[in-house]
Structures are given as structure tokens and as C-alpha cells.
């Protein structure tokens, strides 16, 4: 399921590159409809899939089995009680969010530019460095982890605490 999930995201990139200019850049549309500027740019709307890619490969799991395992002392996550499966998420999702900001801002920036420049995303991480410090690849980290954080644990801890109940029935 989470395969198809990262998968969706990159065929849907473009809508996401769109929303992002049309936030901070609006006059890159030029008076432009959104039909005309798919017909017009095409596969340049796919900029940063790359690091869209990289960003999907960071995934709730990790610090969820870890809090499972080494704090909760969960060695049955079939037999673990909704509070754990709901801390285990917590944990999961701040790391995988904090983990991913980086390739987030990166991504952000390079589907910032106007459609007539290509940004290259390892440029976009030396000028982050060099004029805004190591810091600036965590930019919005605080609201994003109040927005997307919620989504993740209310879904992750509804799936693991479903799982075992149809486990019984497939």
C-alpha cells in the first residue's frame, strides 16, 4: 500500500509543483490557465521527482518498530494494544517528517523557480548552505509536523490496529 501511495505522489507531482508557484510565484502563470501551462511545459512540471523519490524512501516505519521494540517492549505488534500502536506512531511520524524536511525544502525550492529556469537540486542544497546555514533545510518543520503529523497517526495507528483484526478473516 505504500508503494502505491509513493507512486501517486510522483504521477501527481505536477499538481504539487502547480500549487507551490501559484503560492509563491504567481507570476509565473502570466495569465495562464492550468490546462495551457500542462499542455505548454509538460515533463518540465515533473521537476524534482527525484527528490520526491528520495523523500518517499523515509518511511513512518523505522522509528515506529523502534519505539515498539526498545521503548514500548512490544516483541508482537500483533498483540500490541492501541496506546502502543498510537505512541509508536507519534514517534514514527515526527522522524519520519523531521527526516524528510531536507529533501522537502530542496524539492520545494527547485518546483519554486519560473518554468523557463531548471534548478539543479544539488545547487539548491549549496546555496541553501552557503547564504542560509545548515538550518534552512528544516524551514517549516513546526508546521508541518502539526499539519501532516495528525494525518499520519491517526492513519498509521487505525491500519496496525486493524491488521491483526483481519488478519483473522484472510
Do not use: C
Amino acid at each position: 500500500m505504500g508503494s502505491l501511495t509513493g507512486i501517486g505522489e510522483v504521477v501527481l507531482l505536477p499538481l504539487d509543483a502547480l500549487k507551490i508557484k501559484r503560492q509563491v510565484n504567481p507570476e509565473a502563470f502570466r495569465g495562464r490557465g492550468v490546462v495551457r501551462i500542462f499542455l505548454e511545459e509538460g515533463t518540465t512540471l515533473y521537476r524534482g521527482w527525484g527528490w520526491t523519490m528520495a523523500r518517499l524512501l523515509i518511511q513512518l516505519f523505522g522509528a515506529s518498530a523502534f519505539t515498539k521494540d526498545y521503548i514500548l517492549g512490544v516483541s508482537d505488534y500483533s498483540k500490541a494494544t492501541w496506546t502502543q500502536n498510537f505512541i509508536a506512531s507519534v514517534a514514527g511520524a515526527v522522524a519520519s517528517i523531521t527526516v524528510a524536511a531536507p529533501l522537502d525544502v530542496v524539492k520545494t525550492r527547485i518546483q519554486n523557480a519560473n518554468f523557463e529556469h531548471k534548478v539543479h537540486g544539488l545547487k539548491v542544497v549549496s546555496e541553501l548552505i552557503k547564504n542560509e546555514g545548515v538550518t534552512a533545510f528544516f524551514k517549516g518543520l513546526t508546521p508541518k509536523i502539526l499539519v501532516v503529523g495528525p494525518k499520519l497517526v491517526f492513519s498509521y495507528t487505525l491500519a496496525q490496529s486493524l491488521i491483526p483484526f483481519f488478519a483473522n478473516y484472510v
